[in-house]
């Protein structure tokens, strides 16, 4: 056996043994990896580790198509343009891989001083993905001999009559990304806009706001509408809320122990309730002389908005027990017919009498 055959034997050796390699070191060194970082507190680490899963056998039969090409001789011509395609091969999934690990890492959560991390929105992934891409392709141009220059001018015309006929497209996505910045608008908070719509913000896209309603569907909203919409977001400054609750007592009502009694079982709610606030101290005040009955609003408090329905149900089936025990009356809505005054009022007939 000559010389250059045993050099292209070791060649395909090297080149079979990449691939199997690859996955051993995946199967046993990013699993021993993977139970290290799963005692840590950050999550990072895990997504790291995940994210090489994928790309690992290919980046090794890589490696071993670059050793393989050291062992066979071959012209320098050949070598080179084999050299730059291995390496091309690299930079595309190296390129795709840090795309993907960088939009799971800001999936995961982004630090805001004062307030817990919280997911990156759609169009932050999107824009982020967008320029890791981006950027690997210049690096891949300019390891192929391609003058970038050229091409990133090309690109800028190109770019700006592109941008005329999406207007609408970049639009929302700017729009996406100033109630990113802005931090009024989080993944996970109750809103309300001024049409009506309101839910829990699922997502925000770079063309759509995914908003998650109370009955469990989707609805879209365009960014460029949200951005220009009056919204009340019930989640900030703190996702507890305040819950007033009105009941109309009979105008015969010992008003004192009225509101002792609202009271009393407004701390009891608030204490045994799912979704209330223990440490909220519940506050009553008589509003106004009705029809037939005088308004008392009670306030409780609840952890967010969802949760303000569980509490109000609690404590009306509470506070009409505790009035039924009190003999406390809530009166059912009166009008009294005052038919005298009917009668003085009554214009006269035609005929005189």
Same mark, same amino acid.
């Given at each position: 056996?000559?010389?250059?055959?045993?050099?292209?034997?070791?060649?395909?050796?090297?080149?079979? !043994?990449?691939?199997?390699?690859?996955?051993?070191?995946?199967?046993?060194?990013?699993?021993?990896?993977?139970?290290?970082?799963?005692?840590?507190?950050?999550?990072?680490?895990?997504?790291?580790?995940?994210?090489?899963?994928?790309?690992?056998?290919?980046?090794?039969?890589?490696?071993?198509?670059?050793?393989?090409?050291? !062992?066979?001789?071959?012209?320098?011509?050949?070598?080179?343009?084999?050299?730059?395609?291995?390496?091309?091969?690299?930079?595309?999934?190296? =390129?795709?891989?840090?795309?993907?690990?960088?939009?799971?890492?800001?999936?995961?959560?982004i630090a805001v001083p004062g307030q817990a991390p919280a997911p990156a929105t759609g169009a932050v992934r999107y824009l982020a993905k967008l320029l890791v891409v981006a950027l690997g392709a210049l690096v891949l141009l300019s390891t192929l001999g391609i003058s970038v220059t050229p091409v990133l001018t090309t690109f800028?015309?190109?770019?700006?009559? !592109?941008?005329?006929?999406?207007?609408?497209?970049?639009?929302?996505?700017?729009?996406?990304?100033?109630? =990113?910045?802005?931090?009024?608008?989080?993944?996970?908070?109750?809103?309300?806009?001024?049409?009506?719509?309101?839910?829990?913000?699922?997502?925000?896209?770079?063309?759509?706001?995914?908003?998650? =309603?109370?009955?469990?569907?989707?609805?879209?909203?365009?960014?460029?509408?949200?951005?220009?919409? !009056?919204?009340?977001?019930?989640?900030?400054?703190?996702?507890?809320?305040?819950?007033?609750?009105?009941?109309?007592?009979?105008?015969?009502?010992?008003?004192?122990?009225?509101?002792?009694?609202?009271?009393?079982?407004?701390?009891?709610?608030?204490?045994?309730?799912?979704?209330?606030?223990?440490?909220?101290?519940?506050?009553?005040?008589?509003?106004?002389?009705?029809?037939?009955?005088?308004?008392?609003?009670?306030?409780?408090?609840?952890?967010?908005?969802?949760?303000?329905?569980?509490?109000?149900?609690?404590?009306?089936?509470?506070?009409?027990?505790?009035?039924?025990?009190?003999?406390?009356?809530?009166?059912?809505?009166?009008?009294?017919?005052?038919? =005298?005054?009917?009668?003085?009022?009554?214009?006269?007939?035609?005929?005189?009498?």
């Amino acid at each position: 056996m000559t010389q250059d055959q045993l050099r292209q034997l070791a060649a395909a050796a090297i080149v079979l !043994v990449s691939v199997p390699l690859g996955f051993l070191v995946r199967h046993f060194l990013l699993a021993r990896l993977a139970k290290v970082a799963s005692v840590t507190q950050s999550r990072a680490d895990d997504a790291i580790i995940a994210s090489l899963r994928r790309p690992l056998p290919l980046w090794s039969l890589l490696v071993g198509l670059y050793l393989a090409s050291r !062992v066979v001789v071959v012209s320098p011509e050949l070598a080179q343009l084999f050299d730059k395609g291995l390496l091309s091969a690299f930079i595309v999934s190296a =390129t795709f891989w840090a795309a993907l690990l960088v939009s799971r890492l800001l999936q995961l959560g982004i630090a805001v001083p004062g307030q817990a991390p919280a997911p990156a929105t759609g169009a932050v992934r999107y824009l982020a993905k967008l320029l890791v891409v981006a950027l690997g392709a210049l690096v891949l141009l300019s390891t192929l001999g391609i003058s970038v220059t050229p091409v990133l001018t090309t690109f800028g015309i190109g770019g700006l009559a !592109v941008a005329l006929g999406l207007q609408d497209t970049l639009g929302n996505l700017f729009a996406g990304m100033q109630i =990113t910045l802005s931090g009024n608008l989080r993944v996970g908070d109750f809103i309300k806009l001024e049409s009506g719509e309101q839910g829990y913000v699922d997502d925000i896209h770079w063309r759509a706001t995914r908003v998650r =309603t109370l009955a469990n569907n989707f609805v879209l909203i365009p960014n460029r509408r949200l951005a220009q919409s !009056v919204v009340t977001n019930y989640h900030r400054p703190t996702p507890d809320l305040l819950v007033p609750v009105e009941v109309g007592v009979h105008y015969s009502s010992d008003l004192e122990r009225v509101e002792q009694v609202a009271l009393r079982v407004a701390a009891e709610v608030m204490k045994s309730a799912p979704g209330g606030v223990p440490t909220h101290e519940p506050t009553a005040r008589y509003q106004s002389f009705g029809d037939s009955s005088i308004t008392l609003t009670i306030v409780l408090s609840a952890k967010e908005f969802s949760e303000s329905f569980a509490v109000k149900h609690a404590f009306i089936k509470a506070l009409a027990r505790a009035f039924a025990e009190e003999k406390i009356v809530i009166p059912y809505p009166i009008r009294a017919l005052n038919l =005298t005054q009917e009668q003085q009022g009554k214009a006269p007939s035609p005929s005189g009498g």
